[in-house]
C-alpha cells in the first residue's frame, strides 16, 4: 500500500470574473497551476449580493468541460442550443464546450448567500471538437454516502469505493474520467478512499484544516488551498478537533500539450487562432 502524502500547495487567490463576480481561484491562476487533467478550480461565497450580482453574462469555451457544483443559491444556465437549466443548492451541471459553446449563468437571487465551485476539466485532442452538451443534475438526485464515523461523502462525479464497496456518482461519462466527492467529517473524522495509483488527484478544504496521510505522518493543509498530492493507490484524510468540509478530485492524466486562450483550451497555437477567428466569424460552434 502506497499513502498519498501532501506534495504542494497551491493557495486560492482572491479574483474576479464574469460581470465581476468575486472568487477564489487556486487551480488555473496561472499556465502553470494545472493538475492534468483539471485546469482550474474556482469558489465563490459571499452574502453580498454585491459580490455575484452581475454572473456571467454570455460568453464562449470551446475545447474543455465544466462542472458547476451549488452549495447555496440559485444560478441560471442559457445557452446558443436553447438549453436552459437551472443551477440550485445542492446541485450540479456538466457541460461539455466541445468544439463550442456560448452560455451564460446569471444569479436568480437579489439576496442571501451564493456559494458553490467551478471546475474546468480537459478534453483529450480527439474529443476536443465534438458536440457541445450538457446536463443539469437536481439535488435530489446527488448520491450521499453516511460514513461509520458520523461523515458523509456526495458523489458527484466518477466511481468511488468505500468501505469496500463501489459507488457510482451523479455525473459519468467524464473523458478524463474524473472523480469529483465532497467530503464531510465530524471532529476527529478520518476518510480512506483507494484511488488508481496512477491518477493526479488533489484536495481542497473549504472548511476547517484537514489533515492528510498516514497516521503518524500527517500533513496540514488549511481551508481554501488546493493541496496537490502525490501519486498511490490510498488516500487518508483525517480531521482534527474541529469538523472539516473538502473537496476531492482525481482523474486520469492526458499528458498532452495545453494552449490556452481565456475560455479557449486548445494543443496548438493554430487550433487557438482558428477557434478565436470562428468565434469573431459566428461560427465557433
Do not use: C
Request: aromatic share 8%; net charge negative.
Amino acid at each position: 500500500m502506497n499513502i498519498r502524502i501532501l506534495q504542494g500547495i497551491i493557495p486560492g487567490i482572491a479574483t474576479a470574473d464574469g460581470g465581476g463576480v468575486k472568487l477564489r481561484r487556486s487551480l488555473g491562476q496561472s499556465q502553470a497551476h494545472r493538475v492534468d487533467p483539471f485546469l482550474m478550480l474556482d469558489e465563490f461565497s459571499s452574502a453580498n449580493a454585491d459580490d455575484y450580482i452581475a454572473g456571467f453574462p454570455q460568453h464562449p469555451h470551446r475545447g474543455f468541460e465544466t462542472i458547476t457544483y451549488m452549495l447555496d443559491g440559485h444560478m441560471l444556465h442559457q445557452d446558443h442550443l436553447g438549453n436552459r437549466g437551472d443551477l440550485k443548492g445542492g446541485g450540479a451541471q456538466w457541460m461539455t464546450a466541445g468544439r463550442g459553446i456560448i452560455h451564460s449563468e446569471m444569479p436568480q437571487q437579489e439576496s442571501g448567500r451564493m456559494r458553490g465551485f467551478q471546475l474546468w476539466i480537459n478534453l483529450p485532442a480527439k474529443e476536443k471538437m465534438k458536440p457541445a452538451s450538457y446536463q443539469d443534475i437536481q439535488p435530489e438526485a446527488m448520491p450521499w454516502l453516511t460514513l461509520a464515523d458520523g461523515g458523509s461523502v456526495k458523489l458527484i462525479a466518477g466511481n468511488a469505493e468505500i468501505a469496500g464497496q463501489v459507488y457510482a456518482g451523479a455525473i459519468q461519462g467524464i473523458s478524463a474520467d474524473a472523480l469529483f466527492l465532497d467530503v464531510r467529517l465530524p471532529a476527529g473524522g478520518h476518510f480512506k478512499l483507494p484511488l488508481p495509483y496512477e491518477y493526479n488527484a488533489f484536495v481542497y478544504p473549504y472548511e476547517g484544516q484537514i489533515m492528510i496521510g498516514p497516521q503518524l505522518a500527517q500533513q496540514p493543509l488549511p481551508p481554501q488551498q488546493a493541496g496537490l498530492l502525490s501519486l498511490g493507490d490510498q488516500l487518508e484524510i483525517w480531521a482534527e478537533e474541529q469538523p472539516v468540509a473538502f473537496l476531492l478530485l482525481a482523474g486520469r492524466p492526458l499528458g498532452e500539450q495545453i494552449v490556452q486562450h481565456g475560455p479557449f483550451v486548445m494543443n496548438t497555437q493554430a487550433e487557438i487562432e482558428q477557434a478565436i477567428a470562428d468565434y469573431k466569424k459566428g461560427q465557433l460552434v
